[in-house]
């Protein structure tokens, strides 16, 4: 099947620093990554579109200057949060969808960042 | 807009039968899927209706009426280990990047 793999899986950092989350398809080619958020006890909410070779599509309400994302190839995209926050403090989990295939998206297995 | 509404918090009995529903309202439709989330861990995938009707699949099946903007998961011979967030989501029929909305998530607790 289809993996999608997140690096790092936990992340503890200092207000103010930048962290980067790495998010790879590991045996298929995707144009497309997806970068999602969630706080505890609630759902997902999608924060960008991630297509190769392209800017990334932000959702309304979205910073982009503060969750910059790049996607360089067709298996890695990432997210770097810029100057984290405590508010930043989430569940960050990104998943993908196989060029040309079906609908289903495979998604990683998440990034815990906690921001002091 | 995109609307997708499900019940907060169910609770089942081991071994028991458990629907959950899920109803939308989008300005257009080009499929709908569960996922199941344990808690801390990422959505793994459960099942895909885009045609009207039931899908099966072991213990879990998927049902969907376009007409009436609604959709249920079905589990069977509920086990401790179903204890988890189900997850309705509609594909975005104006996205040709399969982009697909969640709703908020339905948290099953199964109790012995």
Redesign the interface.
Same mark, same amino acid.
């Given at each position: 099947g289809a993996v999608v793999s997140q690096h790092p899986s936990r992340v503890i950092c200092k207000s103010g620093t930048s962290v980067k989350i790495e998010c790879r398809s590991l045996d298929f080619q995707a144009t497309t990554m997806f970068w999602y958020r969630q706080f505890p006890k609630k759902s997902l909410m999608l924060m960008a579109t991630s297509n190769e070779g392209s800017k990334a599509t932000y959702e309304q309400g979205v910073e982009k200057d503060k969750f910059l994302i790049n996607h360089a190839s067709l298996t890695l995209s990432t997210l770097t949060v810029t100057s984290a926050h405590p508010e930043d403090s989430s569940f960050y989990i990104c998943s993908a969808s196989l060029a040309g295939g079906p609908y289903e998206q495979f998604f990683g297995p998440g990034t815990r960042l906690t921001v002091l | 807009g995109q609307n997708i509404d499900q019940p907060t918090e169910m609770t089942a009995t081991e071994g028991a039968i458990v629907q959950i529903n899920c109803t939308y309202q989008t300005s257009g439709f080009?499929?709908l899927?569960w996922y199941q989330q344990h808690a801390?861990? @990422?959505?793994?995938?459960l099942s895909?209706n885009v045609l009207d009707g039931l899908e099966e699949k072991g213990r879990f099946s998927s049902f969907l009426s376009r007409s009436k903007g609604y959709s249920y998961l079905l589990l069977k011979e509920l086990q401790m280990k179903d204890s988890a967030?189900y997850?309705c989501a509609v594909?975005d029929p104006y996205?040709s @990047?399969?982009?697909?909305?969640?709703?908020?998530?339905t948290?099953l607790s199964i109790r012995p």
């Open positions: - | 080009n499929g899927f801390g861990e @990422a959505p793994t995938f895909y967030s997850l594909r996205s @990047a399969s982009k697909i909305i969640f709703g908020s998530g948290r």
